[in-house]
């Protein structure tokens, strides 16, 4: 600390006046010089974590996007032959289930075949699973009930499947596949109101997400059976009010018919051959 001895006894050898003057602009200048670094240190820190979170909510906003387009493509409606449609109708009233056509002839698209129905799943399970990350807490809830919602439908054709598979009946088969087609529409002709609602769930929760938009935006969800599957949960205590589970036994019950006449269809067209 030689040179800074030395500056002090070259200050004391000055004139009051000057030494004063010296010693406050060497306060001033280190002053300055600590309340810069402090400041690129603090608001430099801050400047970064901003941007880092900008971008997150960017990301964000991007995926709350993709996952609505995905679900309007859900929504989307097509024509179908009016046999089918008609076979379908007689099916569903011989249950007496009640159900609501949304027009002659004019279905959902993702119940105009088991493979939309299946495509339309699997893009949707795997695109909401890997950007589970970015969802708020009621995104995240209303989507896995929605995952679970169109799982259990889908399970229905796994059903029908299932049977032939232990039968050895091939699944391409003509009369199995038109079997199936056949429950696939009347799944849809039945549950098609129900799946819109669940749908519009789901974007509703993310636009109330957007009008809150936060990067704190979630707290952490336990994978847990208290949550994922009890009938008290979040998540199975709206879904055990749907059609589709509170009608379970009716449901599975066409699911049955439609198996028995594909088995039926496919031993009488073996044995005419």
């Not at 974007?203 to 009938?231: C, G, N, T, W």
């Not at 028995?260 to 009488?268: Q, Y």
Request: charged share 25%.
């Amino acid at each position: 600390m030689n040179w800074f001895d030395n500056i002090l006894n070259a200050i004391k050898q000055c004139p009051d006046y000057i030494g004063k003057g010296i010693l406050q602009l060497i306060v001033l200048t280190l002053g300055g010089i600590i309340v810069a670094w402090i400041t690129t240190k603090v608001f430099g820190r801050k400047s970064e974590i901003n941007a880092v979170e900008g971008v997150l909510l960017k990301r964000k906003l991007d995926i709350y996007e993709t996952l609505s387009g995905k679900l309007e493509e859900l929504k989307a409606v097509v024509m179908i032959p009016s046999d089918l449609y008609q076979s379908a109708v007689m099916a569903l009233k011989k249950e007496k289930v009640t159900f609501n056509a949304i027009n002659q002839n004019q279905i959902l698209g993702v119940f105009d075949s088991p493979e939309k129905l299946t495509t339309g799943f699997l893009d949707l399970e795997n695109y909401i699973a890997s950007k589970k990350l970015y969802y708020d807490n009621n995104v995240m809830i209303q989507t896995m009930r929605f995952q679970n919602y169109f799982a259990a439908l889908r399970r229905l054709l796994v059903i029908f499947e299932e049977q032939f598979v232990d039968a050895g009946i091939q699944l391409e088969k003509k009369e199995v596949a038109s079997a199936e087609r056949l429950l696939t529409v009347e799944m849809g002709l039945l549950l098609q109101d129900e799946f819109l609602g669940q749908i519009d769930k789901v974007i509703s929760a993310m636009r109330q997400s957007i009008k809150h938009l936060s990067f704190k935006h979630r707290d952490e969800i336990e994978y847990k059976y208290s949550v994922i599957s009890s009938p008290d949960g979040p998540i199975m205590s709206e879904l055990m009010n749907t059609k589709l589970f509170s009608e379970r036994e009716t449901i599975l019950g066409i699911v049955t018919k439609a198996t028995a006449f594909g088995m039926v269809d496919s031993i009488m067209k073996g044995k005419k051959k």
